[in-house]
């Protein structure tokens, strides 16, 4: 009776430990859904201040965009991503010092570069920590950039519709915010080189002329001509397939 009575508080104890230790988890989401705000910082040779006097230069400083995205995760425990996005982003830049990300087109006659790009980016990202409230990623994407520049921009700088084969790498930090695992915020940071495949020269005026042979009898660069777009990024996530689990605390 006495080892009945024994082995029954054991029993019991252990139960209690258990419940203490034993926490509700989930599992890492399979697939997310998410869009963000993007502020864009040009960098390379896009990066142009003083482009009226600088004929190297695109004349691209500061711009904004909006990004949707999907990511499937896989492997055990999905901590293994592969991504697919689509961005638009406006690059406008004045000469003049004005608020960053929120630079519009003048209509006093002051000149000015006015952008716009598209771009899609097929990928891969591993993310740290998949099944924990707040997680960390990296990754790396090809991108395809579709650029324009509108009418009314300073005209030397002012070229048709171009398509450039880019590449991107990106970080981040995802924090969810409801008990279920189900939404979160993240905010992130991504260099897009969007120009490494399809350089082209030809018309001043009409081409992107970013390759290293410029049209004869021309003052174009001599080199490529590098457009790089950096960007923080704040957005929302939504987790799919986030399954309750028992886990150790």
Known sequence: MKKVIILFVILLVSSFLTKDTLAQGFTPPKLIFGISFDGNFATNDAHGTNF???????????????SIYS?????????????????????????????????????????????????????????????????????????????????????????EPAFRIGAQVSSGYE????????????????????????????????DLNDGPNPPAGTSSATFWRRIGILTINVGFNFYTEVQPYKGIK
């Open 52 to 66: 009226t006097t600088d004929q190297n230069v695109y004349g691209m400083i500061w711009g904004r965009g909006i």
């Open 175 to 206: 924090f969810v915010l409801d008990k279920n695992f189900q939404y979160g915020l993240t905010v992130g940071l991504k260099y897009n080189l969007e120009n490494i495949i399809g350089k082209s020269n030809g018309e001043i005026g009409k």
């Open 71 to 159: 990511k499937y995760g896989f492997g055990i425990r999905r901590n293994h991503r592969f991504t697919i996005s689509a961005t638009y982003n406006k690059m406008i830049n004045t000469e003049q010092n004005n608020f960053p990300f929120f630079t519009f087109a003048t209509t006093d006659g002051t000149q000015y570069t006015n952008y716009n790009i598209w771009s899609g980016a097929l990928g891969y990202e591993y993310a740290f920590n998949p099944r924990c409230r707040s997680k960390q990623y990296i990754g790396f994407a090809v991108t395809g950039n579709y650029l324009t520049c509108t009418q009314g921009s300073y005209a030397p700088k002012f070229f």
